[in-house]
């Protein structure tokens, strides 16, 4: 069983910038894929990054690349979103998950937080 505490969620203005923490806990979880989703209201919930514990090889959404960073503190087994350059469309929750795969399918992943806000205002 795996345990995710998301934080770092909150109001920002559009431009800024913002770094979620996800502390994960449990057993194994270092064998396992650290993905970041985001879901915003009435939309499905999006892939938005995945990192390997063990290699640290990351992989990106598309439309989030080169504004979003996903990073891990193998010590703290903790994982982190930096997001820069925020945009009012970048509003959401944003759950953070762990599965086998490194994978944007979030159907792959047995293991979810409860998900943190963030608020962008243009």
């Known amino acids: 069983q795996v345990q995710l505490v998301e934080s770092g969620g909150g109001s920002v203005q559009a431009g800024g910038s913002l770094r979620l923490s996800c502390a994960a806990s449990?057993?194994?979880?270092?064998?396992?894929?650290m993905g970041w989703f985001r879901q915003a209201p009435g939309k499905e919930r999006e892939f938005a990054a995945v990192?390997?514990?063990?290699?640290?090889?990351?992989f990106y959404a598309d439309s989030l690349k080169g504004r979003f960073t996903i990073s891990r503190d193998n010590a703290e087994t903790t994982v982190y979103l930096q997001m820069n350059s925020l945009k009012p469309e970048d509003t959401a929750v944003y759950y953070c998950?762990?599965?086998?795969?490194?994978?944007?399918?979030?159907?792959?992943?047995?293991?979810w937080g409860q998900g943190t806000q963030v608020t962008v205002s243009s």
């Open positions: 990192i390997s514990w063990s290699s640290g090889r990351t």
């Open positions: 449990g057993r194994s979880v270092s064998r396992y894929n």
């Open positions: 998950a762990a599965g086998p795969a490194m994978t944007p399918d979030r159907y792959q992943y047995p293991y």
